[in-house]
């Protein structure tokens, strides 16, 4: 008798690396909700990241620094409920690990019990490597994300490409080798040139994952309201949208409103019945509505 199971293998960091190694095109996108993540779930992608771009394009922030633990956790908790496939990752928030190393574990441990990820992800190079290390030694995965780091966007003077001269290129190929050094199993790599976005992973046994990094990545990452099409207050040159969500979900709005407006919804197939006897019985009971 054959057995078969509905619930796929679940992808774990083993496939990540091994898709490095054979030189196969890593997929993420990010989730912050049940329903997306299912979707994503079912649509194949490899890794799902609850990034604290969802300070953004969910709660309508101007940036990702006033994201909490608090909704990075009901967040993870909700897209992992929907994840039963893809690799699922959680962005920790801004100071959620900078001040001290128990913090850092603590809160990347918050993650992981109550959030329910698998691995952790943290901005920043060789300055956070001890970070890094110590959250790995804690038995937790963590992803670095150099480049253009929108925590560091004070910091950086804006949202600006990274490593344009030989000094700047020099220091974050320095940067994704000590994230590297420290244990992280793979980084995602925003904002740069493309070709150096191909020479750091060319140097790196880890897998790196571009955002506007070109496409000699080992795996590419987007922000899933953008290739929807749902969030058109800033798009950036690196994104490709695939669909226009946004004007459909408009379109479906207004339709409703007028159905609303002009009785045409709900119609009798959206209402339920009662038997006329029942229905009498109630009339003379209650009275009439009218
Ligand atoms: O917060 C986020 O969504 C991210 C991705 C853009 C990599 O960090």
Same mark, same amino acid.
């Given at each position: 008798?054959?057995?078969?199971?509905?619930?796929?293998?679940?992808?774990t960091?083993?496939?990540?690396?091994a898709?490095?190694?054979?030189?196969?095109p890593?997929?993420?996108?990010?989730?912050?909700?049940?329903?997306?993540?299912?979707?994503?779930?079912?649509?194949?992608i490899d890794?799902?990241?609850?990034?604290?771009?969802?300070?953004?394009?969910?709660?309508?922030l101007?940036?990702t620094?006033?994201?909490?633990?608090?909704?990075?956790?009901?967040?993870?908790?909700?897209?992992?409920?929907?994840?039963?496939?893809?690799?699922?990752?959680?962005?920790?928030?801004?100071?959620?690990?900078?001040?001290?190393?128990?913090?850092?574990?603590?809160?990347?441990?918050?993650?992981?019990?109550?959030?329910?990820?698998?691995?952790?992800?943290l901005?920043?190079?060789?300055?956070?490597?001890?970070?890094?290390?110590?959250?790995?030694?804690?038995?937790?995965?963590?992803?670095?994300?150099?480049?253009?780091t929108p925590q560091?966007v004070?910091?950086?003077?804006?949202?600006?490409?990274?490593?344009?001269?030989?000094?700047?290129?020099?220091?974050?190929?320095?940067?994704?080798?000590?994230?590297?050094?420290?244990?992280?199993?793979?980084?995602?790599?925003?904002?740069? !040139? *493309?070709?150096?976005?191909?020479?750091?992973?060319?140097?790196?046994?880890?897998?790196? =994952?571009?955002?506007?990094? +070109? &496409? $000699?990545?080992?795996?590419?990452?987007?922000?899933?309201?953008?290739?929807?099409?749902?969030?058109?207050?800033?798009?950036?040159?690196?994104?490709?949208p695939?669909?226009?969500?946004?004007?459909?979900?408009?379109?479906?709005f207004?339709?409703?409103?007028?159905?609303?407006?002009?009785?045409?919804? !709900? *119609?009798?197939?959206?209402?339920?019945?009662?038997?006329?006897?029942?229905?009498?019985? =109630?009339?003379?009971?209650? +009275? &009439? $509505?009218?």
């Amino acid at each position: 008798m054959s057995v078969t199971t509905a619930t796929p293998p679940k992808v774990t960091l083993h496939d990540v690396q091994a898709k490095k190694t054979r030189g196969e095109p890593i997929s993420m996108l990010t989730a912050y909700d049940y329903p997306t993540a299912m979707l994503i779930d079912q649509a194949g992608i490899d890794m799902i990241l609850v990034g604290d771009s969802l300070g953004m394009v969910v709660h309508g922030l101007e940036s990702t620094l006033p994201v909490t633990m608090d909704m990075m956790v009901m967040h993870c908790a909700a897209v992992r409920r929907g994840t039963k496939r893809a690799f699922l990752l959680g962005d920790m928030p801004f100071m959620s690990y900078q001040l001290t190393l128990e913090e850092a574990k603590r809160n990347a441990a918050r993650l992981l019990v109550e959030g329910g990820v698998d691995a952790v992800k943290l901005e920043g190079g060789a300055p956070i490597a001890g970070t890094i290390r110590a959250v790995v030694e804690v038995g937790i995965a963590v992803q670095g994300h150099i480049g253009l780091t929108p925590q560091s966007v004070s910091a950086m003077g804006g949202f600006k490409v990274q490593g344009k001269t030989v000094d700047t290129a020099r220091r974050l190929l320095d940067h994704a080798l000590a994230v590297e050094d420290a244990g992280a199993f793979s980084i995602v790599l925003e904002g740069i !040139p *493309a070709k150096l976005g191909t020479l750091i992973s060319r140097k790196l046994h880890i897998p790196t =994952i571009g955002i506007g990094a +070109g &496409g $000699g990545c080992d795996g590419q990452v987007l922000v899933t309201p953008d290739i929807l099409g749902l969030y058109d207050r800033f798009t950036p040159k690196f994104v490709k949208p695939y669909a226009k969500l946004s004007e459909s979900m408009r379109a479906a709005f207004e339709a409703y409103r007028q159905d609303v407006e002009t009785g045409a919804f !709900p *119609a009798q197939e959206h209402e339920y019945s009662i038997s006329d006897e029942v229905w009498s019985a =109630i009339e003379s009971e209650l +009275g &009439g $509505g009218d």
